[in-house]
């Protein structure tokens, strides 16, 4: 599908599609639970997760960890999600961001505090909100047989003889066993997310910037994310920042631990 708007829109609205917060937003802890476990993501408040970040390549070398636990549900756009709050600690600074989470026929969607904002906007001439996803698609339900589908396909042609484009997309590779220093995981399901954007280049413009990056993530059940590999581009994107440059350093993120909050086969809500 294509979608066409104004250039001088397309950063803040990239901005928008990932946007963090400084705080965990504010969530409701009234014990209501959200039955979780099919698509290889738990979703039960309580559940916690921490990871080991490794980075190599463009931008230094270093170590990290990640926090990230469910917090609450938040009610948006007619869905129920849960909350997952991310404490990301990386060389000496701290920062905290959200997503929010639910459990579809097709397989686990993601959203985020920006992208729900989004949906809440009034119509702006030639700026087309209305295509703007409110969430995405982040793991396909086991059977679907989704092996590829679209997150984001921004295009641009106002400026002749240069298309300006910004695409995200995923795509499913099958189950995989993941080794970790904690242990083994049997038959993850492989997901793999990619950037592929031709962009002016403001510091040589006769040059355009042009940027084709991936990262393999691994989701087990019902653990949920137990590894991912790949181009720090992602890890960008998926944190808050817009990916703007030419080269781009790797990252390992790994699970060293976690508590995960089973259902109780005897709650009827």
């Known amino acids: 599908m294509r979608r066409l708007m104004p250039f001088p829109l397309l950063l803040p609205v990239l901005l928008l599609l990932a946007a963090c917060t400084?705080?965990?937003?504010?969530?409701?802890?009234?014990?209501r639970m959200i039955m979780a476990d099919a698509h290889f993501y738990p979703t039960i408040q309580g559940s916690s997760w921490e990871y080991s970040i490794d980075t190599t390549g463009a931008g230094g070398s270093g170590s990290g960890i990640a926090r990230s636990r469910i917090t609450g549900?938040?009610?948006g756009d007619t869905f129920t999600y849960a909350v997952q709050v991310n404490q990301i600690s990386f060389g000496g600074a701290s920062e905290i961001d959200s997503l929010y989470i639910r459990q579809a026929e097709d397989g686990v969607r993601i959203s985020s505090p920006g992208l729900q904002t989004l949906s809440g906007?009034?119509?702006?001439?030639n700026f087309p909100i209305d295509d703007i996803p409110t969430e995405f698609l982040a793991v396909p339900a086991a059977g679907s047989f989704q092996?590829?589908?679209e997150i984001i396909n921004i295009e641009i042609n106002t400026i002749p003889l240069f298309p300006i484009y910004y695409r995200v997309n995923g795509s499913y590779r099958g189950l995989e066993d993941v080794d970790t220093d904690l242990r083994t995981f049997r038959d993850c399901a492989h997901i793999v997310l990619s950037i592929e954007a031709r962009l002016p280049n403001f510091t040589n413009p006769s040059v355009p910037l042009l940027i084709d990056e991936e990262a393999n993530f691994w989701f087990s059940r019902p653990q949920?994310?137990?590894a991912a590999d790949g181009s720090s581009a992602i890890f960008t994107l998926l944190r808050g920042g817009i990916p703007l440059s030419a080269t781009?350093?790797?990252?390992?993120?790994e699970v060293t631990g976690m508590d995960i909050v089973q259902p109780d086969p005897f709650c009827i809500e």
């Open 224 to 226: 949920g994310l137990v």
């Open 121 to 125: 906007l009034p119509s702006i001439p």
């Open 147 to 149: 092996a590829s589908w």
């Open 73 to 75: 549900i938040y009610e």
């Open 248 to 253: 781009y350093g790797t990252t390992r993120q």
């Open 22 to 31: 400084d705080d965990a937003p504010p969530v409701s802890t009234d014990g």
